[in-house]
């Protein structure tokens, strides 16, 4: 891995674990609103961050 | 909901994705805690009736969960930076080594007695990530800087953190301090001693604890000793802080016997004297106890919690959690934030000893970022996953598959529940919370002591935090190991597994003994 893809790589965990912590909070909205459009979204968001998580080593 | 082999593996799945591909192929707490969820998620959907609602409120709950335990570790980390920027971690070794050349004392002290002070004062994964680099100064192994303090603090787990996981075990199952905690202190002073042979063990092995045998006998009965009488008197709440507080002490006499005393070690002066080196902790244990025990103060922290409530959630094959709030976060009281004032003001204290270089600020900023980030990501994703599992049922699966299996044998069985809970988790309070009701009906329908069985429980729990992939993260990320978590676990789950059997073996014993 080059010295750019790895920069690449940490500034994408960073961005998926401050998706990962947030993302909940608009999960928690979209259900109290019923809004199943929104869940799906967002539970799609979180599976991204743990796929981002799951193959950048 | 219908307990069948299938079931029970599919409901096992996760741990076993996470376990074979930290243990088996050494990969990082992130990756494999991002594989764990991804098959919590999809044998959840498939297999226990999870909808979509479920598993947004599993997540919500699961990162008010991580900000808890995120709070406490960059809180940590950046107290670690704000030290480790002045030369303090250097100085502490050399200084230590000064006041006894015994390794096995300097073990003691700093991965046995110095990790359960600060689980005492502070828990969730600060014994580790704070004593693991002062053991890598020393000169001891990454590894074994790891593994000693995750091994050596664990039996303070229940009575520290100011009683938090014996609390929960109270909550939960509506049962009085008076009962539970003799059998608990009774339980987790024996692992009080084993935990020590474990911390010396893994280092030096048999030989080394032979050399350690006087010094573990005389601090493991002071700690165990001053545990048990804090605990059964009312003051349960300051159990593994004064037991420890008392160990501290022991240690300084223990150094000055004969087989332990040796000739002092001569080595490389640093500009800072150990005092100094140490000055960031003392502050952190003042403002620790200010915050914890002054009653105005801890009040006046306390004033802003932040808190969500969650509705009555099912899944589509019945199980059900019930409504209640999230685990709330207490702003300016919450044991980071203490760590912050703490950080703060060592920061504070050293730059106007002149102890920084120029810019020395941007660097703890710069170090506390790079740490922190593959730690938080490894443990968001267990946490989350851990959610999913309680939400669609899949952990009480798991608990009462044990139970049903090994029937007349359960006592045995019974802290390997509260260690499976730790496990994946990373707490002794959530696997009480967890499993503590399941544990105490399962013990009445068995007619055995609840009292015994929910020890067991919450000793388990507690052992458990030598092998929770969540604090080994966070340990390894000090000492240069983050991403590469597997040997460290591979160390501390063969001592994890032999101290629960023991335990198992004192919880038959104690069921003969104390009939329901």
Known sequence: M?????????????L?????????????????????????????????????????? | MELTLIKWLLAFSPIAVVLVLMIGFNWGGGRAGAAGWFTAVIVSLAAFGATPELLAYAQVKGALLSLNVLYIIWAALLLYQVVNQTGAIEAIGLGIERFSAD?????????????SFLQGVAGYGVPIAVVAPLLAGLGFSPVVAVAVPAIGHSWSVTFGSMGASFQALMAVTGLSEGYLAPWSALMLGLATFLCGLGA??????????????????????????????????????????????????????VARLRPYRGAPATGPQTGMGLGWALSAYFILIAVV????????????????????????????????????PGKGISVFGHG?????????????VYAAKGFYQPGAWRQVLTQTIKSGVPTSLGIVSMVCFAMIMDHCGMTHLLAEG?????????????PWVGLLGAFMTGSNTNSNVVFGVLQQQTAQLAGLSAAVILAAQTTGGALGSMIAPAKIIVGCSTVGLAGKE????????????????????ATLLAVLLSPA
Request: charged residues 5%.
């Open chain 1, 16 to 57: 998926s674990l401050v998706v990962m912590l947030a993302a909940p909070f608009g999960l928690y909205l979209a259900a109290q609103a019923g809004s199943s459009s929104w869940l799906y979204l967002l539970l799609g968001v979180m599976g991204l961050s743990m796929l981002a998580n799951l193959l950048l080593d």
């Open chain 1, 2 to 14: 080059t010295a750019l893809m790895k920069k690449r790589a940490g500034a994408i965990k960073k």
């Open chain 2, 200 to 253: 010396v063990h893994v280092y030096g092995g048999w030989r080394l604890m032979g050399h350690g045998a006087l010094a573990l006998a005389i601090i493991g009965l002071v700690m165990a000793g001053t545990q048990y009488a804090l605990a059964t008197s009312g003051m349960w709440t300051l159990g593994g802080f004064g037991a420890s507080l008392a160990g501290l002490a022991a240690c300084l006499l």
């Open chain 2, 336 to 348: 980071g934030a203490l760590l912050a004032y703490a950080s703060v003001l060592s920061y504070l």
């Open chain 2, 486 to 505: 597997g040997p460290v676990l591979r160390a501390t789950i063969i001592y994890g597994l032999i101290i629960t059997g023991f335990i198992g073996l």
């Open chain 2, 103 to 115: 390794k096995v004392i300097q073990l003691l002290i700093f991965g046995w007695v110095f990790s």
């Open chain 2, 289 to 324: 106890s200010l915050g914890v025990l002054a009653p105005p103060v801890k009040a006046f922290l306390g004033q802003l919690k932040l808190s969500l409530m969650f509705p009555e959630i099912e899944s589509t094959a019945g199980w059900v959690v019930k409504a209640g």
């Open chain 2, 402 to 414: 044990i139970s049903q299996v090994f029937g007349a044998a359960y006592p045995f069985f019974a």
